[in-house]
């Protein structure tokens, strides 16, 4: 694949920030839609199934309530004994017993006592087999009805005292005959005396808009709702004003069917093909199952459109940034145009003319870009200025240092160090690793300053106990070294490179013997003369060495030309070259080899700004 590349800065700036940027927009923004559309859907899921449990929580608790009211009209001692005393009489005619018999306006006024208390039910009736009824509520008196044409009779009769529910329209019910058109929720079981012998029924009846009001309430504030509420036997209990039974029973065995669990929702195609969220819970009195579903796409319709708006609102935020990106870049290089002209335009033989575009360079509001124009301009007049007083003892010493700083970057020792750092991370050994990575680091920044005025004595023992450290780790245990400078030493003022090149030169000519091999640091300082000595226990110097080396501080002390310098062995003459351009007769160096074994040099000079 071929790379693409950018002629101009301006263009990098421009694709690096707006691919930049557009892609964490791009990534944020994917993960708050994934993650706000996730929450949503899950809300949704879990209102559908709390809906569910809040219906059945009404459903329950309107079942106790009829409930325990038919069980307290079972377990009444006074209707026990007016069934033993009064509706066990045989009738002979469909009349009203009301004033036949004493008990039952007293029975009846209990049982309405309840009612308009708690409101239970609208309804309580209580048959014997004999075909007599006694009732209180919307009607209250004593009728004769043939018990066994009631619909709920058989299911009752069945039961043996359980609750049997149904739903029963108000021309089911002779005593209802003011309400025409309402529907009720009749509760029947079995009324037995003490010996657990049937003695007849008793029947709560609720008007199933009071009882299903809950439902109803909700219905009307969401018309994307539907709710069934069936028993076992696929009787629908709800919506009881609606030809709604087939459409219910179709879910109802589709739960069965594919054995869906509670408390979760499901997808389920509709009659019409639309897909629906579906969910359900069972009451805890009754088998009713309360299905409530959910048409998706009116549910989920508005992360829909907001899924829209956010795409819209990405794409303009897109089109935003990259009109920043591009602003910015030009913004940038612009200043960075004109000082490349204006670097064109110097001429070398008239820099005064360099001030010519200064006030255009300097007005790019960026500090760092105006720095660096401002620093040009410094950096013209300067140059300017030091045209004239170059002088060949400055080119002597700025040479000397160069060939000190290139000998410094022998690439004999940074292949050595590289070899170490390479074995050293195949054994593990990565503390080693990073430290000497770490003194490589200081070294080459140390030597590339280039500073003509000189370094603290204390910045140059600094980079040799880094050197010293490289080695330490290259020869271990068979390499030791001790420094000893005194403080009111460390603020001299020295060229650059003066220490080390002695080390290293110890190090590669001093340890031609057998180990252990110690080198030593000390200075001494005496009024405003300093010395520092470099000893080492190696086999010392040759005395054409020392002869040689002599001879070239007496022509430096003659004001003989400085001898041409090559890379190859020259530490010890750069730095004898080096102090004799800095101190002049102030600087002083002293080789010398001792009686058992290895050697010193010593150098210092006055203490000089």
């Known amino acids: 694949m ?4 950018f002629k101009t800065l301006q263009k990098r700036l421009f694709t690096y920030y707006s691919l930049f940027f557009v892609t964490l927009l ?5 993960i708050v839609f994934y993650f706000y559309n996730n929450v949503t859907r899950t809300n949704i899921i879990e209102n559908q199934i709390q809906l569910n449990h809040a219906i059945v929580n009404s459903l329950n608790q309107e079942l106790n309530t009829i409930n325990n009211f038919s069980m307290n009209l079972v377990f009444s001692n006074m209707v026990r004994e007016h069934f033993k005393e009064e509706l066990s009489k045989v009738p002979n005619s469909n009349i009203n017993y009301k004033e036949d018999y004493s008990e039952v306006t007293t029975l009846i006024d209990v049982i309405l006592a309840i009612i308009s208390s708690s409101q239970p039910a609208k309804q309580a009736n209580i048959y014997d087999f004999n075909g007599k009824m006694l009732g209180a509520g919307e009607f209250n008196g004593q009728i004769l009805t043939d018990l066994k ?5 058989d299911k009752t009769m069945e039961l043996h005292g359980n609750k049997y529910l149904s739903l029963m329209e108000s021309n089911q019910i002779p005593t209802m005959t003011s309400n025409e058109g309402n529907t009720y929720l009749a509760l029947t079981r079995v009324f037995k005396n003490q010996n657990y012998v049937n003695q007849g029924i008793v029947e709560i009846l609720q008007d199933a808009d009071r009882f299903f009001s809950y439902l109803n309430e909700i219905k009307t504030q969401n018309e994307n709702l539907e709710i069934y509420v069936l028993n076992s036997t696929n009787q629908l209990f709800y919506p009881y004003k609606q030809t709604s039974k087939q459409q219910a029973i179709v879910y109802n065995n ?4 594919n054995q869906l669990q509670e408390d979760h929702t499901y997808d389920v195609k509709g009659p019409s093909e639309t897909t629906k969220l579906l969910s359900y819970s069972t009451t805890d009195n009754m088998d009713w199952r309360v299905i409530v579903l959910q048409d998706k796409s009116k549910l989920f319709a508005f992360l829909n459109q907001l899924t829209i708006v956010f795409v819209l609102l990405l794409i303009s935020t897109l089109f935003v940034i990259l009109g920043i990106s591009y602003l910015v870049s030009k913004r940038v290089t612009s200043p960075l145009e004109n000082l490349r002209v204006a670097i064109q335009d110097l001429d070398p033989l008239d820099l005064s003319n360099s001030n010519r575009k200064k006030s255009e360079l300097t007005n790019s509001s960026i500090e760092e870009i105006d720095a660096l124009h401002s620093t040009f301009q410094k950096m013209s007049e300067k140059l300017s200025e030091s045209i004239e007083e170059l002088v060949v003892a400055r080119e002597q010493e700025m040479d000397a240092k160069f060939l000190a700083l290139q000998s410094q970057m022998n690439p004999h020792f940074l292949y050595n160090n590289l070899a170490n750092i390479n074995v050293m991370a195949e054994e593990g050994m990565n503390d080693k690793i990073i430290r000497l990575s770490e003194n490589m680091s200081f070294m080459l920044r140390y030597i590339s300053q280039m500073n003509r005025k000189g370094v603290k004595l204390k910045e140059e023992i600094d980079y040799t106990v880094r050197y010293l450290e490289c080695m330490d780790i290259r020869y271990e245990e068979n390499l030791s070294y001790s420094i000893h400078i005194p403080e009111g030493m460390k603020e001299v003022s020295v060229p650059m490179l003066l220490v080390q090149p002695l080390v290293e030169n110890s190090i590669k000519h001093g340890l031609n013997i057998d180990p252990p091999w110690h080198i030593s640091i000390e200075g ?4 405003d003369i300093w010395r520092v000595t470099v000893t080492d226990n190696g086999p010392g110097f040759e005395p054409s060495v020392i002869k040689q080396l002599q001879e070239l501080c007496n022509k430096l ?3 003989v030309d400085i001898p041409d310098l090559h890379i190859d062995g020259m530490g010890i003459k750069n730095i004898i070259i080096r102090l004799k351009l800095m101190y002049g007769e102030d600087a002083y160096i002293n080789i ?3 009686n058992c074994r290895g050697a010193s040099i010593t150098i210092g000079g006055k203490y000089k700004e």
Not at 26 to 30: G, H, M
């Open 2 to 5: 071929k790379r693409i590349r």
């Open 26 to 30: 791009v990534i944020i923004a994917t």
């Open 149 to 153: 044409q009631k619909p709920w009779f």
């Open 254 to 257: 589709h739960i069965n069917k």
């Open 524 to 527: 001494k300082c005496d009024s």
């Open 557 to 559: 002390d003659e004001k």
């Open 592 to 594: 010398e080899n001792h």
